[in-house]
């Protein structure tokens, strides 16, 4: 199991994680990577004399640099391929292409927000492109504040700006995740506005949805999708039926009613990411992965 990361930006952002973060992500890593990033942390100890001195392992100027955002490639999918069923996807294999992210080759692993992390068979076809669109950082801050209410005087919080991947079923539970940018402009702008008037709601939905952002980590290893957790909300029957399956392959029951996208929390390549799931199958009938339709209601 490989991954094409560079190990000092790994090292990077361990260091920036607390205690308890950084257990829960180096159990998330393949071994490989974690060789290199303990080899760069060797030599970097062996260049200054061996004497640790309580300074960081990366080198200075590397920890002025912002961190590096994905990098991203593309690959054709069909927009008609036939949708798969739900009982598809639990009787066959599950086969993800990671299409348009950061590089990745075969074996790689992906952490759901589930109890236990749920493996995916991912697969890449250049290892040396350049981003042909320059995603949204996953460390990128932004103010916000109430939606509809003024903010009477109170201080914008500062979240981190989660990017966004889609979950799109094919045939024979094949599954390919896209950056939510390749939907038509009036479909991605629609399903962030309802995701955003989800968790900007009231105080307390912002007050979970700050702490999602802030302390990703944390959040990892819970069943729970993004609203529930902003909602302090219990699993589902069906929901807690899909987390002990490990699918994840359909938007749970309080999604749907609220006509809400339905996202988990992930770590692809190191850094927090939002997966969307699409509607179940029975109400996204005849839909494609570029409708509205496909992933809420109207």
């Excluded at 492109?129 to 320059?134: D, I, K, L, N, Y």
């Excluded at 991947?165 to 024979?172: E, K, V, Y």
């Excluded at 927090?272 to 109207?298: A, G, I, K």
Aim: aromatic share 6%; with cysteine.
């Amino acid at each position: 199991m490989t991954t094409k990361a560079d190990p000092h930006a790994l090292l990077q952002d361990l260091q920036q994680l607390s205690e308890e973060g950084r257990d829960r992500m180096l159990m998330l890593l393949p071994r490989e990577a974690i060789a290199e990033a303990f080899k760069v942390a060797l030599q970097f100890n062996d260049s200054s004399g061996g004497d640790g001195s309580g300074t960081s392992m990366i080198p200075e100027k590397r920890m002025q640099q912002e961190r590096r955002p994905p990098v991203r490639y593309d690959s054709p999918l069909q927009s008609r391929d036939p949708i798969a069923s739900d009982a598809t996807i639990k009787e066959e294999a599950e086969v993800i292409t990671i299409d348009d992210y950061d590089t990745v080759e075969e074996d790689a692993v992906v952490s759901e927000g589930s109890p236990r992390p749920v493996q995916f068979n991912l697969s890449g076809t250049n290892n040396t492109a350049e981003p042909s669109v320059a995603p949204r950082s996953p460390y990128r801050t932004r103010a916000h504040g109430r939606r509809d209410e003024p903010t009477n005087g109170r201080a914008n919080e500062e979240l981190i700006d989660l990017p966004i991947l889609l979950s799109i079923l094919g045939l024979h539970g094949k599954v390919t995740m896209k950056a939510i940018d390749h939907l038509p402009p009036e479909v991605q702008g629609e399903l962030e506005r309802r995701f955003k008037r989800m968790w900007s709601l009231n105080e307390h939905r912002q007050k979970g949805y700050s702490r999602i952002a802030s302390e990703p980590e944390k959040f990892l290893e819970t069943p729970l999708c993004i609203r529930d957790i902003c909602t302090k909300g219990k699993p589902t029957s069906r929901q807690s039926e899909v987390f002990r399956t490990q699918d994840n392959v359909s938007a749970d029951d309080r999604c749907v009613k609220a006509k809400e996208p339905c996202m988990h929390l992930i770590v692809q390549t190191y850094a927090p990411t939002l997966r969307m799931v699409p509607l179940p199958e029975v109400e996204r009938y005849q839909r494609t992965w570029t409708d509205l339709e496909f992933w809420v209601r109207p």
